[in-house]
DNA sequence: ACCTGAACACCGTTCAAGT
DNA sequence: ACCTGAACACCGTTCAAGT
């Protein structure tokens, strides 16, 4: 009765560090952060969990090495010549389109020590910082303030990803919420009661340059 | 040979989900996030794993209502009569000295749906916005601008406090991120290389303010 | 050098049995 | 009603044994 999983295909090449980052990527992709398994991954590489380990240190090593791979793809160097505001939010929306495809990375970013590939984004943004002519002392500042805003949104949105069904559309979901909202206690709540009609209509991609705008705002505001 | 768990307070009071979950908040502030298991919640409650089950319905629950009782403990009213942008600097503060003091609920309430205790801290931040004079359909996004950031600022403290021993001080360990970052390839960091000193001398609290403060400054831009 | 898969030391959670 | 603790179905990880 047991049924057979999903046969793993033929295993042709050898085993390597990249295929196994890429079938976890995978596996994450469409099992959820919970799906990804050394054993599950195993089957799907058409091998024993022990095999994996020849390749890659643990677990830990295979989730930043798969976040590792979909934020570089993710950091396509932009074309040469653009203004730095606009540098930052294709960075920012670089960043943010990836978290959206792949909701695991905004809990793994969360979680990264400074290292790579966090690293690589807050030298990005602060290449820019500095390109806007913000002096050096408020230049850590003003890039910190922006890579939090960016890993903050990031983290919601895999919370969010995680909290419904994969099925549900995004309205669907934006609509229990901001209903939810809608029946809070008007006496503790009050403002998020107000808020509720524009979370039902807003666009979360919107939303984040919004929030990357006024951060910039912020950060020019004594720059000239 | 196998040495005695510290032995569990004698139990005179029943066991009670106030218990647990105060049991919980001292076994993650002690043994960190990997340390609360049911098996050690049990021990230090001297009862059996099955036991917590009848008064909180799993592990979610707990980390859930754990981070709730942090939480709310960090959000003493403010004194009315303050100015909105010193109740929303007192507001973030309250809960930064409250993930700094418990790293875990920085990746908890990353992770945490748009729910309780978030909601108290989305609606604080939202009512001073408001007092600020935004117009309404910026308000949304202020607020939010706000939280995610805080929340970002949280998710990296409680990596950075996974990171490295719990005895390494602050300094020492500022100390070896700098130093690391100092000897970045010049190429391919420069500007991270270039803000190395200011990251070993910073104060992480006065940093998180100056964030907040930015993103008011682009809040009150056009408002006057 | 690289792979295999049984085995180990854990988890969260359940549940029959007790009081 | 509340507690107990063995048992179940998992995990990540290791390692002797194979090729």
Known sequence: ????????????????????????????????????????????????????????????????????????????????????????????????????????????????????????????????????GVPHAAQFTAASALLNYILGVGGQNAANARGHRPDTSRAEFLDTVSASWANLDPDEFAFTRSVAGQLRDHDDRAEFVAGIDLILTGITAHTG
């Open 1 to 132: 009765m047991a049924s057979r999983a999903p046969r793993p295909e033929r295993r042709e090449e050898p085993l390597s560090r990249e295929r196994i980052v890429e079938a976890a990527i995978e596996l994450l992709d469409t099992a959820g952060e919970g799906g990804l398994t050394f054993r599950a991954l195993a089957d799907r590489l058409a091998t024993g969990p022990g095999a994996i380990y020849w390749h890659i240190a643990g677990k830990d090593e295979l989730l930043t090495a798969a976040t590792d791979a979909v934020v570089a793809r993710a950091l396509t160097p932009d074309p040469a010549g653009t203004q730095p505001q606009e540098a930052i939010r294709a960075l920012a929306l670089g960043v943010f389109d990836a978290m959206d495809a792949h909701p695991w990375i905004g809990t793994q970013l969360a979680r990264a020590p400074a290292q790579s590939p966090l690293l690589r984004v807050f030298e990005g943004i602060g290449c820019q910082v500095q390109a806007l």
